[in-house]
């Protein structure tokens, strides 16, 4: 049950692009075609558990053990970029089919903030080891689903007659903003 | 070196939020109210102003091979600083913004700057670039935060109240939704009017 209300309020309630503001640049960025949005989102569900599970390690094993709590920015965005880079390297050896699908947007995704963002957010709500993982997960599920309604809406939106000065990130902005209203509808549920 | 042109170049020409669509998390999230706006574009002017000084400076020590960790490095550095400053002094703010403040560091503005300027220009240089963008960022948050202050709360800075007593406010615009709509329109705006005279 508990597990339950982490992943429905990760997902739906407290969705992390429509009603966090975390991963804006991605989510305007990448979000024009259907096959790149669904591409970036399964990249951010591998990493972002991951990123989570290793810095939440790193928090509990080096950080509070040595009383240095107050490393913990430069400590999480250095472990993160390694991280990224690491993943990057064994995919390439390991796995050529899926670093061919992920590859291209794991470089983008070491300045993504909502990796850095659920990194020090379990951290912050005082998770265990596994609620931090399953939040993880479920918050990178939350962006995914965001990044692949947005992307849906995009490629139709090729098609309108758009003022001059509204195409690109206005008119896309005012949409995300359409669809922060219909998320907020969740609010409350949990 | 004109500081009156660069400041133009970093309000109106340049501007890192509401031109070159930087930094969009922060800008979306902390303009709320027009005292988180203003604290938050402090907090990134301080680290951008002391971040460019110092790639500044060791720029010619930095192999090109690592300068992007380097610069991380150095960026986090002042984003500690002021998140340990900020909860000392202003503890309010600093609990309002949340993580907003160690997030400073992804925030694209300052490694783009570094990137795009510090290594290639000397201290002062910098310097003043630091100080222009970060004024620029400041401007931008804080003129969308009034408009949504102004339209959601009716009222600036939370005290100036514009909207008599009573009368009922467009909650939604400082709520998620009115954050992306109003700097929609914004952009739009800007897009209209600005971008076509330079």
Do not use: W
């Amino acid at each position: 049950m508990e597990f339950i209300i982490i992943i429905i309020g990760a997902i739906f309630v407290n969705n992390i692009v429509f009603l966090q503001f975390l991963g804006i640049c991605p989510f305007l960025g990448v979000s024009t075609r259907l096959s790149t949005a669904t591409g970036m989102a399964a990249a951010v569900v591998f990493v972002m558990t991951l990123a989570t599970l290793v810095t939440y390690l790193f928090q509990v094993l080096l950080l509070v053990p040595l009383d240095i709590q107050f490393m913990q920015t430069i400590v999480y965005i250095l472990v993160i970029a390694a991280l990224v880079q690491m993943v990057e390297i064994i995919l390439k050896k390991v796995s050529q089919p899926l670093y061919q699908a992920l590859g291209v947007y794991l470089p983008l995704i070491t300045t993504n903030c909502t990796i850095l963002g659920v990194a020090l957010l379990v951290i912050r709500k005082n998770y265990t080891l596994v609620q931090s993982v399953v939040f993880a997960i479920a918050t990178a599920i939350g962006f995914g689903l965001a990044l692949i309604i947005f992307a849906g809406i995009r490629e139709k939106m090729d098609l309108y007659d758009i003022p001059e000065a509204m195409k690109g990130a206005p008119i896309a902005l005012v949409t995300a903003g359409l669809l922060s209203l219909a998320f907020m509808g969740f609010a409350g549920m949990v | 070196m004109n500081f009156g042109k660069e400041l133009y170049r970093g309000i109106i020409k340049e501007n890192p939020t509401l031109v070159l669509l930087l930094g969009m998390c922060p800008t979306l999230a902390m303009s709320n109210s027009v005292t988180n706006a203003v604290g938050m574009g402090i907090a990134a002017a301080v680290v951008l102003i002391g971040s460019n000084a110092v790639i500044s400076l060791i720029k010619n020590i930095t192999p090109d091979k690592v300068r992007i960790p380097v610069f991380i490095v150095v960026i986090a550095t002042f984003v500690t600083i002021t998140d340990l400053v900020m909860e000392a002094y202003t503890p309010d703010l600093h609990k309002q913004m949340g993580i907003f403040i160690p997030l400073i560091v992804v925030n694209c503005i300052i490694l783009g700057r570094a990137e795009a300027f510090a290594q290639k220009n000397g201290f002062a240089a910098s310097v003043v670039d630091g100080i222009v963008i970060g004024i620029g960022f400041t401007v931008g948050i804080t003129v969308l935060a009034s408009i949504r202050e102004l339209l959601g709360a009716g009222s600036i800075f939370g005290v100036i109240k514009l909207v008599p007593e009573g009368s009922s406010t467009i909650l939604m615009f400082v709520l998620p939704p009115g954050a992306f709509i109003s700097l929609g329109f914004l952009i739009a705006a800007v897009n209209k009017f600005v971008k076509k005279k330079s």
